[in-house]
């Protein structure tokens, strides 16, 4: 066969391309991406400088005392943002949240200079029971910051420096000991530290009291210096801005106090709150919430539909909601169920819970739209109480 003589390339309908045309795009696209790369680098070296001028600012806010966070610089600074974006053509949304990522950044970066310039530790010691655990781990590392001789006992770990399996061998001559086990074992732990009679600060970190009062009754009764705290964030968490710590007290005012003003140099909020009042705002604030991740991927997972294909049906709702799921199904399945199980307060708003889908499958059934929009009107004015 005769060879057919090159035409030109065909991109769509009557767009004729040259094949020198072709080199010239491939060159062209060539130089369009060098020129990317090159501002690439100088959006990181303008990010690198930004955080050398971060860092000077912490400085002179700790020289001053002044605190670290600034919400009306940081709505100046987002306000200004969004204003430049608009005037280049810019989307101010992509422009306000990059700005939004710097600033957590240089956040977590003063909080973590602060705490460590403000270290409490100064050569003490401390000892975190459980501290091989996710919490634990992140108490230990926030009291090494500090420059606290942090010990580990865990039963996962090996003997060794600063480590022990068994916590008892590691004694209890310590300014601090926090108590970061699973709850029930916790209670036990807390019991057989009021026989040693600790004479430092002595905490758990659990997120239930009602396993835990006897042991910190008895270490009261001891004389011991007791108290009780709940993180009310993650392990994950690197800037505590935002976030809550739970202080109740468990008889000793000056033992809270002193707990306190270990996470003085962070921003975290401080709440105070009773033993009892605890555990019944917790069944729902955790357990609650828990509860009903857990029933909506229950429900998923016996449904029968394949997840691929209600993956392509996913709204903004399902998406949200599948989100916070996944994340509760792939939390610690026994703590959980520690959390729904030992709080005395537990049954009730689950049974709401029950109650609640209930009356929602009655107003369907019964296609009784008056009282499903009054469900939702109830609901509406009761979150709006939030805001």
Request: glycine share 8%; aromatic share 6%; net charge negative.
């Amino acid at each position: 066969t005769r060879k057919q003589k090159a035409g030109p390339i065909m991109f769509g309908p009557a767009f004729p391309v040259s094949a020198s045309d072709v080199k010239d795009m491939i060159m062209n696209l060539d130089e369009l991406r060098k020129n990317l790369s090159s501002v690439d680098r100088q959006l990181v070296e303008l990010i690198a400088e930004r955080q050398r001028i971060v860092g000077d600012i912490g400085k002179s806010k700790r020289g001053t005392g002044t605190g670290t966070r600034d919400y009306a610089r940081e709505k100046d600074v987002l306000d200004m943002g969004r204003a430049q974006a608009e005037a280049l053509g810019v989307d101010p949304d992509l422009v306000e949240a990059l700005l939004e990522l710097l600033i957590r950044t240089s956040l977590e970066s003063q909080e973590r200079d602060r705490v460590v310039a403000e270290g409490k530790g100064d050569g003490r010691r401390a000892l975190v029971i459980g501290g091989a655990g996710k919490m634990g781990r992140w108490v230990a590392d926030f009291f090494a910051s500090q420059g606290f001789t942090t010990t580990i006992a865990d039963v996962t770990v090996d003997d060794g420096p600063n480590q022990f399996k068994n916590w008892t061998d590691a004694g209890v001559d310590f300014d601090v000991i926090v108590v970061a086990a699973p709850l029930a074992v916790s209670g036990r732990i807390l019991a057989q530290l009021a026989v040693l009679k600790p004479r430092g600060l002595v905490f758990d970190i659990g997120s239930l009291n009602s396993p835990l009062l006897d042991g910190l009754k008895e270490l009261r009764a001891a004389g011991c210096r007791v108290t009780s705290l709940h993180p009310m964030y993650g392990p994950d968490t690197r800037l505590l801005s935002g976030r809550h710590l739970i202080f109740c007290d468990a008889g000793d005012a000056e033992a809270t106090a002193d707990a306190k003003e270990l996470f003085a140099a962070t921003m975290v909020e401080q709440l105070d709150m009773g033993l009892d009042d605890h555990d019944r705002l917790i069944a729902y604030v955790l357990g609650l919430s828990h509860a009903l991740n857990i029933a909506f991927f229950t429900a998923l997972a016996e449904s029968g539909e394949a997840a691929p294909k209600l993956a392509k049906l996913s709204s903004t709702t399902f998406d949200s909601q599948l989100l916070v799921s996944a994340a509760v199904a792939q939390d610690n399945p026994h703590l959980y169920f520690e959390i729904q199980n030992l709080n005395k307060f537990g049954l009730g708003p689950l049974d709401a819970l029950c109650d609640a889908a209930r009356r929602i499958r009655e107003t369907v059934a019964d296609s009784d739209e008056q009282a499903f929009v009054e469900l939702m009107e109830k609901g509406r004015e009761y979150l709006a109480l939030r805001s």
